[in-house]
């Protein structure tokens, strides 16, 4: 099964659709573009782009909301905390302090740049 998002003119995700491995075959190849051909059919015109749950190509799963980046081919969700930096290879966003590995749960505090315990 792939996934396939919709995308906006501003490159937003609008949506994200399964379509059933059978449609995209090519002689045991899996092919973007019939899926693509497949939901512009079945849904009308539209800008889809294929996405991967398991982040193996366009970096990150897509979601709704998140942004497509046609210069790094890859899906970016929206920035969580104005403090939090850019990673340019994975493309995810990561806070400025590692939040402790220790078990426990935490939540991240924007004002005192900290995490917190819960």
């Known amino acids: 099964m792939a996934h396939f998002a919709e995308i906006d003119g501003d490159n937003i995700v609008l949506r994200v659709l ?24 079945l849904l009308g015109p539209s800008i889809w782009i294929q996405t991967s749950y398991s982040g193996s190509f366009r970096k990150n799963f ?23 930096l850019f990673d340019e290879d994975t493309c995810q966003w990561y ?20 995490w917190i315990e819960y």
């Open 18 to 41: 399964r379509v059933q491995n059978e449609v995209l075959d090519d002689n045991g190849t899996e092919d973007e573009g019939k899926g693509i051909r497949f939901l512009n059919q």
């Open 62 to 84: 897509a979601g709704i909301g998140d942004t497509y980046n046609s210069e790094k081919d890859a899906f970016i969700r929206n920035k969580p905390y104005d403090s939090w």
């Open 95 to 114: 806070p400025p302090v590692e939040k402790p590995n220790d078990n426990n749960d935490y939540l991240w505090d924007e004002d005192n740049q900290q």
